[in-house]
């Protein structure tokens, strides 16, 4: 599975991504406000052996984020699936990223959430003090419904991402 927009696609996780994404997630520039991995690569691989059982059965996906020459810039994840509602995350772009690689591939994941698993909504979380990715969400539709000690809730309508399509519509297709 492959899902394009103007200068990115996702692609599903492989084992041999394991360097790239042990790369992603041991960079201290991109790893502050994500869940702490060992630097072993063989752990890696494992966890994307048993990730794939995941996908296999419809309940999880990972994506690798990669320029339209092929060039991985990044991750990100779909799980959690709810009767109506998808959440996702793990997600990293690194500086080899398209500059509209972050709106990019934010509404390839809202496209796979409601046009491919048919989902009308999704939530997630985002880990207090990332002010930069809560001002992004927060400007593509999201509301609030929650907070605990460490993360912020939110959720986000089908038709709220249909709005800021069409505002980007020029720029991103």
């Known amino acids: ?17 394991a360097p790239f994404i042990l790369s ?6 991109y790893n502050q406000f994500l ?8 752990s890696q691989k494992s966890w994307i052996k048993k990730y794939k059982e995941e996908e296999s059965e419809g309940n999880q996906f990972y994506f690798i984020i990669e320029r339209k020459d092929g060039v991985p810039c990044g991750t990100v994840r779909v799980y959690d699936l709810r009767e109506d509602s998808f959440c996702w995350g793990s997600w990293i772009l690194n500086e080899n990223k398209p ?5 990019e591939s ?4 809202y496209e796979f959430g409601f046009r491919v698993l048919g989902f009308e909504r999704s939530h997630f979380d985002v880990m207090k003090g990332n002010e930069k990715v809560i001002r992004f969400h927060k400007q593509m ?18 038709e709220a991402v249909e709005v800021v399509k069409e505002r980007l519509k020029g720029k991103i297709s």
């Open 1 to 17: 599975m492959k899902l394009e927009s103007k200068t990115i696609c996702l692609r599903l996780v492989e084992q041999s991504d």
């Open 24 to 29: 992603l997630r041991l960079d201290e520039r």
């Open 35 to 42: 869940s702490k991995v060992s630097a072993d690569v063989d």
């Open 99 to 103: 500059r509209l690689a972050a709106v």
């Open 106 to 109: 934010a509404l390839l994941v």
């Open 141 to 158: 539709g999201a509301v609030e419904t929650g907070e605990d000690e460490d993360n912020y809730y939110f959720e986000i309508e089908k």
